[in-house]
């Protein structure tokens, strides 16, 4: 057991907690500074275990990652300046494009690392469609000139979703292809109440605030504590 490992997650968790505990739905200065900790704490984490395991090249994948999904966090996490709001939904797309970015790495790495099965592609649309259409239709959310921009992601994060649930049956359940699956589940889960964030009628409802808060960093923190498992 490294400590040094154990004490960076300890810290990681205990830093998301305490961001998703003051977040009160609003962007600012303060947010932005413990988002960006609890974002760079996650890259760190993941960064030294996979020093740990001699940079497995897929693994190496998933620092990309990390680091793109920095990028994101940073790019959605900045304060609502009066300047910025003409150019809110340019923000939300590079901070898209930096997710879809991080997607792809995951996606590419979890390949090297544990193969691929065509299956995955089938069931991946059928969770694409059910993230944009159960937004859509039930939760009555208008994309707008996004549409075509958020099914595409919605696909980009059901292709990484099925390829970490497809770990389970790769690796039979071992401790590495749990938190893989569980992983990018709460991250689809965590992407599915963003957008009732974004672009729902009531954007500042606090407990969606938290509850995406929430799953989105317990992904990280989960695909970043796999790679420690991966020997």
């Not at 974002?39 to 990390?66: D, E, P």
């Not at 990484?160 to 749990?178: E, H, M, P, R, T």
Request: aromatic residues 22%; glycine residues 8%; charged residues 5%.
């Amino acid at each position: 057991m490294d400590i040094v490992f154990y004490a960076l997650l300890a810290l990681a968790v205990l830093m998301s907690a305490l961001f998703v505990w003051v977040s009160n739905g609003q962007t600012g200065i303060k947010s932005l500074v413990f988002k960006s900790i609890s974002s760079f704490l996650f890259t760190g984490l993941a960064l030294y275990a996979c020093f740990l395991n001699g940079f497995v090249w897929g693994a190496f994948l998933f620092i990309i990652g990390f680091i793109a999904s920095c990028f994101g966090d940073v790019i959605l996490g900045l304060p609502d300046f009066p300047e910025m709001k003409a150019k809110k939904q340019n923000f939300i797309l590079f901070g898209g494009l930096a997710f879809a970015v991080a997607h792809t790495a995951y996606y590419i790495g979890m390949i090297i690392l544990f193969g691929w099965a065509w299956w995955t592609l089938l069931v991946a649309v059928a969770f694409a469609l059910f993230f944009y259409f159960f937004n859509k239709l039930v939760m009555k959310i208008n994309y707008g000139k996004l549409s075509k921009g958020i099914l595409i992601y919605a696909l980009f994060v059901s292709v990484v979703l099925c390829q970490g649930l497809y770990a389970l049956v790769a690796l039979q359940f071992s401790l590495y292809s749990i938190l893989i699956a569980f992983g990018f589940l709460f991250f689809y889960v965590s992407d599915v109440v963003l957008m009732k964030i974004y672009f729902g009628e009531n954007q500042n409802n606090i407990k969606l605030y938290h509850y995406n808060l929430s799953f989105y960093y317990a992904a990280q923190i989960l695909l970043a504590t796999s790679i420690y498992f991966i020997i």
